[in-house]
T-cell receptor
């Protein structure tokens, strides 16, 4: 079983559309994250949720809205997509935020905005 | 704010060579440091995690060291193989979040 799974793997869409990326973890972890990886492979934190509560919200346009229905799921909804949103988005989870825990990643969603 | 740098950005070596990847960070107040491997089009796979109280961790041909006071970590790969070709990223855990380096793209030539 995949520990952290996200769907879809590829997402191609037009500017102005609204799209969602789903993420689920079956590790029993308390904390989930969304990262954005740009074309230069740099990974930047977008959001962090701990037990369904928002912990980190970096400087991300409010067109991006995370939704955590339970601690095993953290979905990312993006409104009014722009060309600059094209990137690979990774979901991740850890047992407890900080405190020496490993970070586990999903396989990524490659978003292409045309 | 924590900044993480990895040098070199790219590295190409012949098969069988031993190599060292470097990771440096600006703030020594960390909980741990983790090394990841990323294959093209794939997610990140954890290789080694070093707690802030540890000096090194080993897994097979991989050895990671940590010098927290100087803000440095190295990943040593012994007897490199073509299958080791990938991008290697380090990430420091400050307790609030993980900060990633920009990665080293490794190519091992058969």
């Amino acid at each position: 079983d995949t520990a952290v799974s996200q769907t879809p793997k590829y997402l191609v869409t037009q500017m102005g559309n609204d799209k969602s990326i789903k993420c689920e973890q079956n590790l029993g972890h308390d904390t989930m994250y969304w990262y954005k990886q740009d074309s230069k492979k740099f990974l930047k934190i977008m959001f962090s949720y701990n037990n369904k509560e928002l912990i980190i919200n970096e400087t991300v346009p409010n067109r991006f809205s995370p939704k955590s229905p339970d601690k095993a799921h953290l979905n990312l909804h993006i409104n009014s997509l722009e060309l600059g949103d094209s990137a690979v988005y990774f979901c991740a989870s850890s047992q407890v935020q900080g405190v020496g825990e490993k970070l586990f990643f999903g396989s990524g969603t490659q978003l292409s905005v045309l | 704010k924590q900044e993480v740098t990895q040098i070199p950005a790219a590295l190409s070596v012949p098969e069988g060579e031993n190599l060292v990847l470097n990771c440096s960070f600006t703030d020594s107040a960390i909980y741990n440091l983790q090394w990841f491997r990323q294959d093209p089009g794939k997610g990140l796979t954890s290789l080694l995690l070093i707690q802030s109280s540890q000096r090194e961790q080993t897994s097979g041909r991989l050895n990671a060291s940590l010098d927290k006071s100087s803000g440095r970590s190295t990943l040593y790969i012994a007897a490199s193989q073509p299958g080791d070709s990938a991008t290697y990223l380090c990430a420091v855990n400050t307790g609030n979040q993980f900060y990633f380096g920009t990665g080293t793209s490794l190519t091992v030539i058969p």
